[in-house]
């Protein structure tokens, strides 16, 4: 089983708007973001069904 690499949330946060997510709030270290135009949708795990909320975590570790 191959080790995730940490990235920066900067980084994600990018990348999910470019895929048009907007963040909706942000409450302590967890920022929740939901896909702008829900019937425009992007499946980010593979076969799953489509993500319109994802809550990335803001720590820098």
Do not use: W
């Amino acid at each position: 089983m191959s080790r995730l690499i940490p990235v920066n949330y900067d980084k994600v946060i990018k990348a999910l708007t470019k895929l048009s997510y907007i963040s909706i709030h942000q409450k302590g270290i967890c920022i929740v973001m939901q896909l702008a135009d829900k019937r425009k949708y992007t499946t980010i795990f593979g076969e799953r069904k489509p993500e319109s909320m994802i809550v990335v975590p803001a720590t820098d570790r």
